[in-house]
């Protein structure tokens, strides 16, 4: 019955694969979104869509590309992975401006 | 722009203490605010909100918060901290689900609570 899931929950890759992440949300939500929280703990938004179509893109590197195939999926596509993007990514959706987080999926870039 | 601000980014109680864990923040429009608990290597998981409603909220485990318009505070308290509420604690912001930023959270540094038995 999980709101929000996420795979995979580890990941370990070197520098220069692409990833990907995927999200899935089963509450019916309209709105989703990507947050990095660094090592310092730090959380900042990435990306929000809105019934399929992007409408937050925070000054994200382009090697980052979300895509929504659905309104209950957003993926995260990684390419040419750097040492800086080791972080935790979670995935959140929400309904009325109250997001529910996913269990987060943690990146290490080696 | 919005802003968030929690002071002391570690807190230590004793069990059995009051909590309180303090959070400023800035907006130039009026703010739903928002406590989050994360456990180690967990996700978020929402404590309470505050929705433009009655300003004193409730949340799980016993948490409340006040929010106060003229200190741009909402601060976090509860009366009597226990072992399972060590944990860290983020505050955050945002425009509300009719703002044009569809609910996007600017969160606080985050505060790391420690309780000693």
């Known amino acids: 019955d999980t709101a929000v899931s996420q795979t995979p929950k580890y990941l370990v890759t070197q520098m220069g694969n692409d990833k990907s992440i995927k999200c899935e949300q089963n509450?019916?939500?309209?709105?989703m979104y990507w947050y990095k929280q660094d090592s310092k703990k730090f959380l900042k938004i990435m990306f929000s869509?809105?019934?399929?179509?992007?409408?937050i893109n925070e000054t994200v590197p382009n090697r980052f590309s979300p895509k929504s195939p659905d309104k209950a999926h957003l993926n995260l596509h990684i390419n040419s992975l750097e040492l800086g993007d080791s972080a935790v990514y979670f995935c959140?959706?929400?309904?009325?401006?109250?997001?529910?987080f996913g269990p987060g999926t943690r990146l290490t870039v080696t | 722009a919005q802003s968030v601000t929690q002071l002391g980014s570690h807190v230590s109680v004793s069990e059995g203490a009051l909590v309180l864990l303090r959070c400023n923040y800035s907006?130039?429009?009026?703010?739903?605010l928002f406590w989050y608990v994360q456990y180690p290597n967990q996700g978020l998981q929402l404590l309470l909100k505050?929705?433009?409603?009655?300003?004193l909220v409730k949340g799980i485990n016993g948490f409340e918060a006040e929010f106060k318009k003229s200190e741009t505070s909402f601060h976090l308290t509860k009366p009597s901290a226990h072992m399972s509420d060590a944990a860290e604690y983020f505050c955050?912001?945002?425009?509300?689900?009719?703002?044009?930023?569809?609910?996007?959270?600017?969160f606080g540094q985050g505060t790391i609570l420690t309780v000693h038995p």
């Open positions: 959140a959706s929400s309904q009325g401006g109250t997001p529910t």
């Open positions: 509450l019916g939500h309209d709105t």
């Open positions: 869509y809105n019934n399929k179509e992007l409408i």
């Open positions: 907006s130039s429009v009026p703010p739903y």
């Open positions: 505050y929705t433009s409603a009655a300003t």
């Open positions: 955050a912001v945002s425009d509300g689900a009719g703002g044009t930023s569809y609910g996007k959270l600017t």
